[in-house]
């Protein structure tokens, strides 16, 4: 798939929630290993200052447009996006499709029991789903073994990784292939949303474009890695939105 256009070296394709379920099941179909990164402006700010986070999204197979920042700043580049393809909306899609199709999930991160409970959720909404483990589990590379083992034998075929980015997107990078799913995903606080642990922002917030808002209000702890939005802003706004080594003199 084509990238619409590119933000800090990050290529962004233009994709609505329908395409990217049927995309999912072409892979499952076919097989392979396929990342899906769910890009936003953190994502890319963090992008644009590690090298190596950047290398795993310009290898994702999908970098859908999560955030308002994003599709912003594709429209003032004259590349307009058409929606917004948000992690925890997609999350519950896939699961409702999947229901239907017999896929296997796996649910990996976020706090002991969260993602059970997760699961439990969508098991309830969508009866038949199949969701075939579940494991808190840490990003710490000693445990990685251990992990796809459990992902390995339980033959997933979607694997949703909550560690929060960039820690689920590098642990995927690391490790998708060898667990043997064809499709992952960094699903941040999804589970969060889904567990009820936390709450997501009301819908005529999120319509708004003021989720990020929301959720600084909620996790005020957020205001630091939020720095990132005025400064993804900045660079969008005066035309220097490309990573360091990328810009032409
Ligand atoms: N998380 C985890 N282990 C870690 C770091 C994070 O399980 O070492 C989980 C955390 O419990 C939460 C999820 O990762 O469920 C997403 O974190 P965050 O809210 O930072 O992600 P975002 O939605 O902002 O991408």
Redesign the pocket.
Known sequence: MSARLHLMGVPIHDVTYEEVIAQVGRWLEEGGHHLIATVNPEFLMMARDDPSFRAILRGADLCVPDGIGVLLAARWKRRPLRERVAGSDLVPMLAAVGARRGWRFFFL???PG?AERAAAVLRRRHPGLQVVGCY?G??AVEEEAAIVERIRVSEAQLLLV????P?QERWLARNLARSGATVGMGV??T??FLAGVQRRAPRWIRRLGLEWFYRLLREPWRWRRQLALPRFAFLVLTGRDAPPEEVTR
């Open positions: 991160g976020a706090a969260v808190a840490s990003p909550a560690y929060g980015a820690r941040g606080g589970f969060d």
